[in-house]
């Protein structure tokens, strides 16, 4: 899956929505512990922007970018 541009922002922001387990607004230790292995691999594949199955900095950094800047 290829996701780019406000698509991508969204992805990131529903699935950050979903780990929040406890809905207060951020994902803590127990909530990350709590998030199923299908959340997280539909997690994984979000951010995995090329889908070559790894993430790399760059994908990374572009995440916490577009996160943190919405």
């Known amino acids: 899956m290829t996701t780019t541009g406000s698509n991508a922002q969204t992805a990131i922001v529903e699935e950050f929505q979903r780990m929040d387990v406890d809905g207060d607004g951020g994902v803590d230790r127990a909530d990350f512990l709590c998030m199923p292995a299908a959340e997280a691999a539909t997690c ?12 790399s900095d760059r994908e990374f950094l572009k995440a916490v970018k577009r996160f943190s800047t919405s």
């Open 44 to 55: 994984f594949t979000t951010l995995d922007s090329d889908g070559d199955g790894q993430l």
